[in-house]
T-cell receptor
Framework: DVKVTQSSRYLVKRTGEKVFLECVQD?????MFWYRQDPGLGLRLIYF???????EKGDIPEGYSVSREKKERFSLILESASTNQTSMYLC??????????????FGDGTRLSIL | GNSVTQMEGPVTLSEEAFLTINCTYT??????LFWYVQYPGEGLQLLLK?????DKGSNKGFEATYRKETTSFHLEKGSVQVSDSAVYFC??????????????FGQGTELSVKP
């Protein structure tokens, strides 16, 4: 079965810290995504990657960076955490192929609190 | 631009009631349309999808029909159960650099089913 695993379910960090969120998928998917989810705003795309070492900005990339050194792993980095980055973070993956009908498969999310 | 609008929640129903959650979209081209469900404390799961006009997606008693003339993809279920209590997200897929689809989400509709 499809599996996207996020390393932490809950995380508490302090303002100014560098924070790493890890995501691993076991489906050999080319595409991987990071979203944040906030009440009333739905999900917003932060970054995505369509191949190893490739990355593209999403709709809200400011304050974030990503790393994809291996096909199965996609990391989200908060360079200097701020309180407005307190949120639920969701990782997803999908097949590529230029086919819009490929669904995305999501992990269970990391609830991050910045104090 | 591309956007998805869902009816606001929360929606509260009694068990065995009929459910409709409205979703309308704005998009250029021919997007695919999806409904995702998020149970408490979990990530998003694909509920159903439709990839072209007049397609009907269905799963677990839920249905939605891709209506291009009204740009809608309303979610329906004939008889809801307590276990259907969750947040439902409507989403459309638009192309990204010919590398698959990027999802644009609605804000989510919370459904609460009472016994």
């Amino acid at each position: 079965d499809v599996k996207v695993t996020q390393s932490s379910r809950y995380l508490v960090k302090r303002t100014g810290e560098k924070v790493f969120l890890e995501c691993v998928q076991d489906m050999d998917h080319e595409n991987m995504f990071w979203y944040r989810q906030d009440p009333g705003l739905g999900l917003r795309l932060i970054y995505f990657s369509y191949d190893v070492k490739m990355k593209e900005k999403g709709d809200i990339p400011e304050g974030y960076s990503v790393s994809r050194e291996k096909k199965e792993r996609f990391s989200l980095i908060l360079e200097s955490a701020s309180t407005n980055q307190t949120s639920m973070y969701l990782c997803a993956s999908s097949l590529r192929g230029g086919q819009l009908r490929q669904p995305q498969h999501f992990g269970d999310g990391t609830r991050l609190s910045i104090l | 631009g591309n956007s998805v609008t869902q009816m606001e929640g929360p929606v509260t129903l009694s068990e065995e009631a009929f459910l409709t959650i409205n979703c309308t979209y704005t998009a250029t081209g021919y997007p695919s349309l999806f409904w995702y469900v998020q149970y408490p404390g979990e990530g998003l799961q694909l509920l159903l999808k439709a990839t072209k006009a007049d397609d009907k997606g269905s799963n677990k008693g839920f249905e939605a029909t891709y209506r291009k003339e009204t740009t809608s993809f309303h979610l329906e279920k004939g008889s809801v159960q307590v276990s259907d209590s969750a947040v439902y997200f409507c989403a459309l897929s638009i192309p990204i650099y010919n590398q698959g689809g990027k999802l644009i989400f609605g804000q989510g509709t919370e459904l609460s089913v009472k016994p």
